[in-house]
């Protein structure tokens, strides 16, 4: 995720025993390898439940992509045709397609909106700073399926705000439920979701800058917006990467909000819409079992493929 | 990462001031930060004012004000008791899973994190690499599978289904890392262990009381994470019995569009709106902790 997460911790901690010289050898040698393994055994609940949920599924969908399930004829093994298939599989792509221009799109808007009220709120210059950090995070408290009935209502134009606005102004804003628009109609729910949290989350980056920074900032004559650029920003980059990478994630995965909306615009959303759509149709609509899982196979590899990237990308920019 | 030194308790401090001197407050920053803040609390206020009104005033009224009539607790009164009180069901079901899930999920993520922040041992690095890979695994991609391997074991439409798989945080076990690394002097562990604790009490009676605003913080993320589930449990689930909140009002919503089916838009709309106000009283009731949580381990670098 960021360079702490995958080097291991920046201070090591210190052998229990480091500090103690003097018990005699036995003892200390029999502590010492007890204490070799006493982090398993608080880890190990950890671990047994993640190999059952993460490890298993994951190795069950690698084994299943490689066979081929027909009413006639039965399973059988093929290699790896399944993806192969996925590679040509124009649904598939036009899904991925989709995914990737919300990504380029959303996900800077979101995130740039976020760091804006991060920085204002930390700035202590606003009024009611308190209520601005609560209020904005809310709608995080709000489930996917909420946002999106709420947000559907509200997109109507026949029936929702959208609708009473065009008609009382005389305005005619397109219809945001119609194919032309409903994924910038998704963009703007996922980023209504999510505004909040990140926000959150650069907000706490930002409450940890040690003020000795900004007071050799003031000695220097450094402004406002020199401060924000000099300091703020590179001091919270591992939290704009953090945060990039989840809403990278969040992109590629996209699918509560495309899926629920689809009772209400039925012609703009397909299926196959997003990748996770279509993994999720073939598999308990068209009963695809394997096909399906090739689909989220390729999907999780190139959503860590990318994430990584972003990760040595940003991380690099720092040194 | 230098920064990392900080000491938590500094960074906790709520009433720093960052720039040297009292800034001014500013009119127009407060007025242009206000965009966001409107458009985030316009559709929460739109579900307020439309909770009150009844379906024809739904479709006849201005979205944004009262309607003719005041329904409020005619819809809460509905909501609770349409099709046998369904909703209280699946409000008992969403609170099991919550509970379960997410109180098994923080405990684990506890225990992990305390683990890999002040313990060496054999096999750590994959440990971190593997778990950490882990938060990048799409949530999505391992549920499907995951439902072949719980139907086989028949464990699918019952409760172990949602709740097992909620039980593992990834970012919780990541959070619980990175505050406990900050929290917990090893000089204090280490006074424990020479007065003869053994390593269950240290951590118990010790190391347990300094992690709490961590662990409340990774309480709150896993908390919202299981109450709102939705993928999970429509992969999961078939009977409306086991349903939690988020997938019964899709039902209700989606029960509109079928043959003969009623439309029920002011109780979906009555639904959401119970659905969200517990997980709203939680973060303000809990928030001057998991904010200090958050500051103090969580995302820095």
């Known amino acids: 995720m960021t360079n702490t997460i995958t080097s291991p911790p920046a201070r090591a901690p210190r052998t229990p025993h480091s500090a103690r010289t003097t018990p005699a050898p036995r003892r200390q040698r029999s502590f010492a390898s007890r204490a070799r393994w006493t982090g398993w055994g608080f880890l190990a609940p950890f671990m047994a439940v993640f190999l059952l949920v993460f490890i298993a599924p994951i190795a069950y969908s690698i084994y299943l992509s490689l066979f081929h399930t027909q009413l006639v004829g039965g399973t059988s093994f093929v290699g790896f045709d399944n993806y192969l298939r996925a590679f040509s599989d124009p649904v598939f792509w036009g899904g991925l397609l989709r995914v990737s221009l919300f990504l380029a799109i959303q996900v800077p808007i979101m995130l740039g909106i976020s760091l804006l009220v991060a920085l204002a709120v930390d700035s202590g210059r606003l009024y009611g700073s308190d209520f601005f950090r609560i209020s904005v995070f809310l709608p995080y408290a709000v489930p996917a399926v909420v946002a999106s009935l709420m947000w559907g ?32 109609s998704i963009g703007n729910i996922v980023t209504w979701e999510f505004v909040g949290y990140n926000m959150l989350i650069f907000y706490a980056a930002l409450r940890v800058i040690p003020s000795s920074l900004y007071e050799a900032a003031a000695i220097d004559g450094a402004g406002q917006w020199r401060v924000i650029g ?29 899926s629920i909306l689809q009772a209400l615009a039925p012609n703009s959303i397909t299926s196959a819409y997003t990748p996770n759509l279509y993994a999720y149709s073939l598999s308990f609509a068209g009963q695809q079992q394997n096909y399906s899982a090739t689909v989220a196979i390729v999907m999780g590899v190139i959503t860590m493929v990318i994430a990584y990237a972003v990760q040595l990308r940003g991380m690099r920019k720092e040194a | 990462m230098a920064l990392t030194t900080l000491r938590p308790a500094a960074a906790r401090s709520r009433g720093t001031l960052h720039t040297p001197g009292r800034p001014k407050r500013s009119l127009l920053l407060t007025i242009v930060t206000g965009i966001v803040l409107v458009y985030s ?138 505050f406990a690394k900050e929290a917990i002097p090893a000089d204090l562990m280490e006074a424990a262990r020479i007065d003869g604790a053994s390593e269950l009490r240290t951590f118990w009676q010790v190391c347990l009381p300094l992690l709490a605003p961590g662990t409340v913080t990774v309480l709150l993320f896993t908390m919202v994470a299981t109450w709102n589930n939705y993928f999970l449990p429509l992969i999961m689930l078939r009977d409306p019995d086991w349903f939690p909140l988020t997938l019964g009002l899709n039902q209700w919503n989606s029960q509109a569009a079928t043959a003969g089916g009623e439309a029920i838009f002011d109780l979906v709309l009555m639904g959401s709106l119970l659905t969200i106000i517990p997980l709203i009283i939680a973060f303000l009731f809990l928030q001057r902790y998991w904010q200090s949580g958050l500051s103090a381990g969580g995302v820095k670098e």
Not at chain 1, 246 to 256: A, E, P, R, Y
Not at chain 2, 98 to 124: E, M, Q, R, S
Request: net charge neutral.
């Open chain 1, 153 to 184: 209502f509200m997109y109507g134009t026949r029936f929702g705000l959208v609708g009473q606005i065009n008609e009382f102004f005389g305005w005619s804003i397109p219809d945001l439920l119609g194919p032309q628009i409903i994924l910038a």
């Open chain 1, 230 to 258: 000099s300091i703020k920003i590179p001091a919270i980059r591992g939290a704009l990467v953090v945060a990039t990478i989840f809403s990278i994630i969040g992109s590629f995965q996209l699918f509560n909000e495309p």
């Open chain 2, 41 to 178: 609390l316009i559709p929460l206020i739109w579900l307020l004012i439309n909770s009150t009104k009844s379906q024809g005033d739904l479709f006849s009224t201005f979205g944004l004000w009262f309607g003719s009539e005041f329904n409020f607790f005619e819809n809460l009164a509905r909501a609770l008791s349409y099709d046998d009180g369904i909703f209280l069901r699946w409000l008992g079901n969403t609170l099991l899973y919550v509970v379960a899930g997410a109180g098994g999920a923080t405990l684990l993520a506890v225990l992990g994190g305390y683990a890999l922040a002040k313990f060496d041992f054999p096999g750590k690095k994959a440990v971190f690499a593997v778990v950490i890979g882990a938060v990048a695994v799409p949530g999505t991609a391992l549920a499907v599978p995951t439902f072949w391997m719980f139907s086989s074991m028949s464990l699918t439409d019952t409760p172990w289904a949602i709740i097992i798989p909620s039980l593992i945080s990834p970012f919780g076990l990541y959070l619980m890392w990175s």
